[in-house]
């Protein structure tokens, strides 16, 4: 029999979402030294700290695995509790905002600094992507030894490799830095995310790059050359990619999230497999704001919810190697767990052409469990109309 107040927290009355059995029930989820510790009915557990989850979600912990907060060092990022805990997110992703010689500092000042769990992929430019001209159109910038060396001393934090292949990141150089990164991935035993954008190079030549596990970012931008064809078709490169088990992730930032291409991918069945941001000071104010917003745009595509969830929280985990963390709620798990509430009402939604979509039914975040401490999300910036002055 449960004694009183024997959890160090208990979440109480939501509905406990869990995508790996493809389910949704109600439960009461205790939480004691940072881990789960039990599940069980509604009203069957007690603890020193309760947090009411009536009419929520309760999911695994929300990792967000392409943004960039490499603060005060980087000029576009942000700070991580920010578009982290404070949006009801456990961990974010840092996709190459440091590089070789500058993942040392990212570590001090980054990842032991943050409420948030915060990890990273190490850029194959060794100062990350904050120098111009673009990391990518400099081959003296690239270096596959120096990068398997950095993931190699950051173990504990450093989970993949990372390369801005597109025209405005690496110019005439083209793949090479996705061919050099994919040398120091392979050499690293990790993954490696492809950013894509406007060509050169081709979707088709960072497609042939790529093999099972790795990640193309920015998968459903709308530029030319996208993975949705102007005839409304799915690029051969991609289709064969994701045969592959290349991963799709959305990164959906300030130019790359198209509605008009995502509604073209899951038209023909292709469901990206990462939901993710690419969040930065240029898209938090809009169209992105945070990953709850970008998790509601997928809903409104046709995805339930536990697709969504999936998308958010085990899938990228697991591309990862941070699926011994993150991605369920099951006993003996560690207690990073997302609450969410799916609010009955309409938003209008951009995305980076400027289009717009009416999305019923708006995902807000609620709280954040990390390590077993509660965090409380901020209220929603968007969730009341701008009334003109």
């Known amino acids: 029999m449960t004694q ?12 406990v979402v869990d995508p790996d059995r493809n389910e949704s029930y109600r439960a009461d989820v205790g939480i004691s030294g940072g881990k789960i510790a039990a599940i069980a009915r509604v009203g069957g557990l007690r603890g020193r700290e309760t947090v009411d989850c009536v009419g929520k979600l309760v999911t695994p912990g929300i990792v967000d695995s392409h943004v960039h907060v490499y603060n005060h060092v980087s000029p576009s990022s942000l700070d991580p509790d920010v578009i982290g805990v404070d949006q009801g997110v456990c961990a974010v992703v840092d996709a190459g905002s440091f590089g070789p010689q500058t993942a040392d500092g990212f570590g001090e ?35 596959p030894s120096a990068t ?26 083209g793949a090479m830095s996705a061919r050099l990164a994919k040398v120091a991935a392979r050499e690293s035993g990790v993954p ?5 954008g406007h060509g050169p190079p081709t979707l088709e030549e960072i497609c042939e790059i790529l093999t099972a596990g790795d990640l193309i970012t920015h998968c459903f931008h709308g530029k030319i050359g996208g993975s949705v064809t102007r005839q409304g078709e799915m690029l051969n490169a991609v289709v064969d990619a994701v045969s592959r088990g290349v991963l799709l992730d959305i990164g959906h ?85 997302s609450v969410i509430e799916l609010v009955d009402r309409t938003e209008t939604m951009y995305d980076v052409e400027k289009q717009s979509r009416d999305v019923k039914g708006v995902i807000e975040a609620r709280y954040a469990i990390v390590d077993g401490k509660v965090h409380t999300a901020l209220p929603d910036a968007t969730a009341k109309p701008k009334v003109a002055a």
């Open 253 to 337: 930032g300030s130019a790359s999230f198209a509605w008009k291409t995502g509604e073209g991918a899951l038209r023909h069945g292709y469901k990206p497999h990462v939901i993710s941001t690419d969040l930065h000071k240029g898209c938090i104010d809009g169209p992105t704001y945070s990953m709850v917003k970008t998790m509601s745009k997928f809903l409104h595509l046709g995805m339930s919810m536990v697709e969504v969830v999936r998308a958010s929280s085990p899938a990228p985990a697991r591309a990862l190697g941070l699926g011994d963390k993150f991605g369920k709620i099951d006993v003996g798990f560690p207690a990073n767990v």
């Open 109 to 143: 000042f980054i990842v032991k600094r943050a409420k948030t769990k915060v990890y990273g992929l190490c850029n194959i430019s060794r100062n990350g992507n904050s120098v111009n001209p673009g990391e990518g159109e400099v081959l003296g910038f690239l270096s």
């Open 192 to 196: 490696l995310m492809v950013h894509v």
């Open 4 to 15: 009183p107040d024997s959890f160090d927290v208990v979440l109480t009355g939501g509905t």
């Open 148 to 173: 398997a060396k950095s993931v190699e001393a950051n173990r504990d934090w450093v989970v993949g490799v990372k390369a801005r292949s597109s025209n405005t990141a690496s110019g005439l150089l």
